[in-house]
């Protein structure tokens, strides 16, 4: 198990039973569809902890769960096309007051992997290896300000929890995070 993995799990417990943890053998299907590798330690994350949400304000997009919602995504491809498809167009129309990325599959593009109550978006920036991606916490207009932290999801999870970072994209009354940190979706 790697290290940041085993860090979050000694600051937030996972659910003893995960909703739709995926299998190993899945990930090929997933990886697929969006056309690009994952990294591993979003495979382990899944694995552990399933779908759920984070401090009741943010979530991890698990692409084994079946969201109830009428209004959801069928795909993991279509979700990331409506929470970031327009950056594009964006940074067209407006440079100086758009995020300076571009949407997957651009090169070093951003893919979305989670999102925040506010309609902010969490993305890996595709540079590198994908074990090496760094993460970009959009807001929900997709402006100008971001945040960047390059670490893998996992310790970026336990530092939010522990509170060693806060992005400035979250709400400041986000922080101290109160447990429980994390809660599982339902299968219901």
């Known amino acids: 198990?790697?290290?940041?993995?085993?860090?979050?799990?000694?600051?937030?417990?996972?659910?003893?039973?995960?909703?739709?943890?995926?299998?190993?053998?899945?990930?090929?299907?997933?990886?697929?569809?969006?056309?690009?590798?994952?990294?591993?330690?979003?495979?382990?994350?899944?694995?552990?902890?399933?779908?759920?949400?984070?401090?009741?304000?943010?979530?991890?997009?698990?692409?084994?769960?079946?969201?109830?919602?009428?209004?959801?995504?069928?795909?993991?491809?279509?979700?990331?096309?409506?929470?970031?498809?327009?950056l594009e167009e964006m940074r067209r129309e407006w440079p100086k007051y758009t995020a300076p990325f571009l949407p997957h599959p651009a090169p070093e593009g951003l893919l979305a992997f989670g999102y925040d109550d506010n309609g902010g978006t969490l993305c890996w920036q595709m540079r590198g290896s994908p074990d090496s991606w760094p993460i970009i916490c959009l807001d929900g207009k997709l402006s100008e300000e971001y945040d960047s932290f390059p670490m893998p999801l996992t310790e970026f999870l336990a530092f939010l929890v522990t509170g060693k970072i806060a992005p400035e994209t979250f709400p400041p009354d986000l922080f101290p995070i109160q447990p429980p940190a994390f809660r599982s979706y339902t299968n219901e």
């Open 1 to 86: 198990m790697n290290p940041s993995l085993q860090r979050l799990l000694s600051v937030a417990p996972p659910p003893t039973a995960p909703v739709a943890p995926g299998s190993p053998d899945q990930w090929a299907g997933v990886e697929k569809e969006i056309g690009a590798s994952l990294p591993q330690d979003f495979k382990d994350y899944t694995a552990t902890y399933g779908a759920g949400q984070w401090a009741d304000f943010f979530g991890i997009m698990d692409p084994f769960y079946k969201w109830k919602h009428p209004q959801a995504s069928k795909s993991w491809r279509e979700w990331m096309h409506k929470r970031i498809g327009s």
